[in-house]
């Protein structure tokens, strides 16, 4: 598989997780009796979603090597913070679209070493 077809599906990955986190807080947000209704939790899980989005489209952009490597380390917070808000809100489907969001990155990661580390022969 070459890197450019890799790093997308990765990007993919992560922009799926990223949508499915936008939804599911949005829901949270929008509908009652979920317990988080307008809260400030519910909104920041809304743009740190957005933002999770918006970095996975520059994943798939080719870029310098520190670029990537900060981006990727950008990304990783992000699906921390956004998997413990969904945790501290009890929205149990947003930490879970976040562990999707972290396979993906995970790929990503793992694709880059593998086309950087030198041959064996």
């Given amino acids: ?66 670029a990537a490597i900060s981006l990727r380390v950008v990304i990783l917070v992000g699906l921390i913070g956004t998997f413990f808000v969904g945790l501290l809100l009890h929205q149990w489907w947003i930490s879970v679209a976040m562990v999707v969001g972290l396979t993906g990155l995970i790929l990503d990661m793992t694709h880059t070493s593998r086309q950087t580390r030198p041959t064996d022969s």
Avoid: D, E, Q
């Fill in 1 to 66: 598989m070459s890197h450019s077809h890799s790093s997308k599906l990765s990007a993919i990955v992560l922009l799926a997780a990223s949508l499915a986190g936008i939804a599911i807080a949005l829901y949270a947000y929008l509908i009652p009796l979920t317990g988080v209704t307008g809260s400030l939790g519910a909104l920041v899980a809304i743009f740190a979603c957005v933002a999770l989005a918006i970095m996975a489209f520059l994943l798939a952009v080719p870029k310098s090597r520190v």
